[in-house]
Structure formats: C-alpha cells, structure tokens
C-alpha cells in the first residue's frame, strides 16, 4: 500500500495551469524529492496533498481516499512542514513543539519527554525557553522541525504505524550545516515507517539525499528516476536555462556544477 497516490491532478488558475494531470505514487520508506525551476508547481503540489488548495483529480493517503479522512487521525500520521509559519503569539518553543501532540492523547509527563526528545533531535534543545517570534527565520524552521518530529513520534511499545512526511523548501533559511542535519534526519525517519516527499531547490543537496527525484517544469512530471537519471546535463539545460556540467563525486553521487 502506498502511502500516497494521486491521479490526474490538475489545478488551474486565472488561466495559467499550475498542475497538469499530474500522476504520482510514492513507495514506503523512500525519500523523495521535488525538484523544477520556480513556478514549476512544487509547492502547489504539496498544498494540494495537505488540502490546503482545491483541485481536481484523485488523492489518497495510506490506502484511503484524502477526502474519507477524520483531521485528527490523519493529522497522526501526516506531518507537514511549510515554507514559513505565521505564528506570533509569544509561545515558547517548547509550547510550539508540544502543539504537534494535539492529536495524541497520553498522559502530560509522555507529552513532555516526546517533545524533549523532538527538541534534542532537531538540535534545538537550547532554544527551549525562548520566545519564538523572537528567533530568526532559520532557528523558527527548525523549531517547527521538532513540532513535525514530535507531531509524528511513535513511542517505543506501540505497534508501530506509516507516516508520511512532507517538506516544503526545509533547508531555504537554513546553515549549510543545519541543512544536512534535518535532511540527515528526514532520512533516518525513512527507515522507520516514514515516507518523505520534499520540496528542494538545491539539486546537490537532492542528489545526496534523495531516492528518487521528480523534475516538474509547468505543472507537468518531465523527468522521474533516481539522481543519476534524472540530473543530465541535456535535461538541465532545457529546464534552468544554463549549462550545467554533471560529474560524479567519489561516492558516484550525481553533482551539479
């Protein structure tokens, strides 16, 4: 069963077709990424898979139809991190953290060691007791990152359950380090019941975390395959509109130069 399928996706808007009978299927377990030039409907893709847009076609999630869903339980099992949050209320980052236990029910002292554990994975356990509209825009994202991880966290000594997880540009505001770190961690969460659908910009960071790659180019599926397959110098060229040279790096990784 897949975690995610859609058929025929297809949105359009005053006019322009941002999503044109777009079909995919993502296998469990797997990264992987969105990749297209801006405008090539990545994230309008993504905020069709959460509901957050209206479109036409077919959508389903862990077997069943996105529309049969009850928000509680899907929200158990579907974790979404955007662009951006809006969020201003003077909340510390441990109370924002702890919002992604809003569908569990446990009891308070669980609730707190999951959130600890979502904070010291996401590398944020010293931003714990600041104020979160007081961050910048890189410490916020990976704040939200823990809320995600929390949001998702499956404790030990239940049966385990598929989660999807879905990334919208996570590494834009981002270190280069802190980039590899979630990325690392988005990884790691594939080998635990966790399929991870992410929106990149970057083609290497791509390439190196990346299963599979999806090139969309006007609301269309152009390329679909693993990064050697996809990242050609030809294709490139034709999408981004400049000479890209492929190489590979010492791990036979496909890089972009």
């Known amino acids: 069963m897949s975690p995610l399928s859609c058929r025929q996706l297809t949105l359009e808007r005053a006019g322009r077709t941002?999503?044109?009978?777009?079909?995919?299927?993502?296998?469990?377990?797997?990264?992987?990424?969105?990749?297209?030039?801006?405008?090539?409907g990545k994230s309008t893709l993504l905020k069709c898979l959460t509901g957050e847009v209206s479109c036409h076609g077919e959508i389903s999630l862990f077997g069943t139809p996105r529309a049969s869903w009850q928000g509680e339980?899907?929200?158990?099992?579907?974790?979404?991190?955007?662009?951006?949050?809006?969020?201003?209320?003077?909340?510390?980052?441990?109370?924002?953290?702890a919002l992604g236990r809003l569908p569990h029910s446990e009891p308070h002292q669980e609730r707190?060691?999951?959130v600890?554990?979502?904070?010291?994975?996401?590398?944020?356990?010293?931003?714990?007791?600041?104020?979160?509209?007081?961050?910048?825009?890189?410490?916020?994202?990976?704040?939200?990152?823990?809320?995600?991880?929390?949001?998702?966290?499956?404790?030990?000594?239940?049966?385990?359950?598929e989660r999807l997880l879905l990334l919208d540009e996570p590494t834009a505001a981002l270190d280069l380090k802190y980039q590899h770190q979630l990325l690392d961690i988005a990884r790691a969460l594939a080998r635990r019941n966790t399929t991870v659908l992410v929106v990149l910009h970057d083609l290497n960071l791509a390439a190196r975390y990346a299963?599979?790659?999806?090139?969309?180019?006007?609301?269309?599926?152009?390329a679909d395959g693993s990064p050697t397959e996809v990242l050609t110098a030809p294709l490139l060229q034709a999408l981004y509109g400049y000479p890209a040279?492929?190489?590979?790096?010492?791990?036979?990784?496909?890089?972009?130069?």
């Not at 040279?245 to 130069?257: E, F, S, T």
């Open 112 to 114: 707190d060691r999951i």
């Open 18 to 40: 941002l999503l044109d009978g777009l079909d995919l299927t993502l296998a469990p377990g797997t990264v992987t990424a969105l990749l297209g030039p801006n405008g090539a």
């Open 73 to 97: 339980a899907l929200a158990r099992q579907l974790g979404v991190l955007p662009q951006s949050s809006t969020l201003s209320f003077p909340f510390l980052c441990e109370e924002v953290v």
């Open 116 to 161: 600890r554990a979502a904070l010291k994975h996401a590398g944020v356990v010293h931003l714990a007791h600041r104020l979160y509209p007081d961050l910048s825009g890189g410490e916020r994202q990976r704040v939200q990152f823990a809320r995600v991880l929390a949001q998702l966290w499956q404790p030990t000594d239940r049966e385990p359950i």
């Open 211 to 222: 299963d599979r790659l999806l090139m969309l180019a006007n609301g269309r599926l152009m």
């Open 245 to 257: 040279r492929v190489i590979q790096d010492p791990d036979g990784i496909p890089l972009v130069v």
